[in-house]
């Protein structure tokens, strides 16, 4: 007796959508093919297409710390209705997880309230190098991440020499929030009270370009991994594209479907994030790497903040929006106006990020591997609404936008935990592992 059976479903398998049933027991795929046995759950998945998990690798839960805005329970609900089986949240925390106690604390705060798999990066600062040196087998952690300039929360890793001594002691992969500290202090009598179009004037492409040319120069003299987060600028992406290897690089979902200087005209604030939208020049350059297989991962950069706090006058408005709900229909939408294609996003969202951080058993549909599952209906319309948004702050950038192609079903160890947007069940993810 099998626990779950996914009947005609046409699922991703090797890189094509082929016509299968998927047998599943205790939590793991155990045969693909025709499948007729017993179960105690039968899914019908005709006219769906079934895809591996999809795996969210940049999200700001907000726990510990403002929890009004966020805990690891409200974001893993906001992430399986949006078809996201498993997340890497990130340490920008109060207190920040930048040591092993606080590390536990996550671990702790997340079992059994978290819906969806999880794991968390372990912050950076100047001075504690030789944790980084350990953390190789660290249970729940997906990487280090380094604030090489400032953003939400007070980790901040600015002076090159401590940028150097992190990589030299890193014994995981180092995601960057890549922009220089020091242009941002320079740039900021740029800054227009009242004006968020002024964000990517203080945030500028210089200030981008330089963090990376030197996270690259760094990462490479001591042959270590890292991985550039949100990209946002034409000049990183011609830089990016002549160094990989060692050096991967995330773009996220808002900044492939909005662009200044619309998004601040319609937004406001409510555009306002680190680093910023910038205008279609920029935007059409990061569709180019995507076209062309340069970048390697689409993170969410789930971000919120409170209306409340949104409100206030730019530059006060703190930056960030939430998306990890939303990551997945965007997307499909995209696909369906053929900007890229799905193997492009499996890609994306479940192979690499598998490949780079090291992930066990997950981001394929392949026998012996957990049974996690994005079931999405590539034709369902849907229209996102704030108040249909799971997340405690209660609105997303993309309200009032049409979006064909959807999540209809997440699943996870084998368990279906949200069905037509509806959660299902009690929260039971668990912390990924890793090679």
Known sequence: MLDLLIKNGSCYIDKDLKSCDIAINDG???????????????????????????????????????????????????????????????????????????????????????????????????????????????????????????????????????????????????????????????????????????????????????????????????????????????????????HKGNITFEITPQHLTIYAPDCYNKLGSYAQMNPPLRDKSHYDRLWYAVKNNFNDTIGSDHAPHLKINKDKEYPNSPSGMPGVQTLIPVMLNHINDGKLSLEQLINSVCENPVKIFGIKNKGFIKEGYDADFTIVDMNKVIEIKNEKIESKCGWSPFHGYKFKGTPVSTIIAGEIKMREGKIIGKPSGLPMKFI
């Open 28 to 242: 793991k795929i155990i045969e693909i093919g025709k499948i007729n046995n017993e179960a105690k759950e039968i899914y019908d998945a005709s006219n769906l297409t079934v895809l591996p998990g999809c795996i969210d690798t940049q999200t700001h839960f907000r726990e510990p710390g403002s929890t009004d805005t966020e805990d690891l329970h409200s974001g893993s609900r906001a992430a399986i209705v949006g078809g996201i089986t498993s997340v890497f949240e990130m340490p920008n925390t109060n207190p920040p997880t930048s040591n092993k106690t606080e590390f536990q604390r996550k671990l702790d705060l997340a079992k059994n309230r978290m819906y969806c798999n999880y794991a968390f990066y372990f912050g950076a600062t100047a001075d504690n190098a030789k944790d980084l040196a350990s953390l190789k087998n660290l249970v729940g952690c997906c990487g280090i991440k380094l604030f090489a300039g400032s953003s939400t929360g007070n980790l901040l890793v600015a002076a090159e020499e401590d940028i150097d001594k992190v990589f030299q002691n890193s014994s995981k992969v180092i995601a960057v929030h890549s922009e220089d500290e020091e242009i941002l202090k320079t740039n900021k009598k740029l800054i227009k009270n009242g004006d968020v179009h002024s964000h990517p004037v203080w945030r500028s492409v210089e200030c981008a370009m330089s963090s990376t040319r030197r996270i690259v120069r760094i990462a490479e003299r001591y042959n270590k991994k890292a991985h550039i987060l949100h990209i946002t600028t034409k000049e990183e992406i011609d830089f990016l594209s002549q």
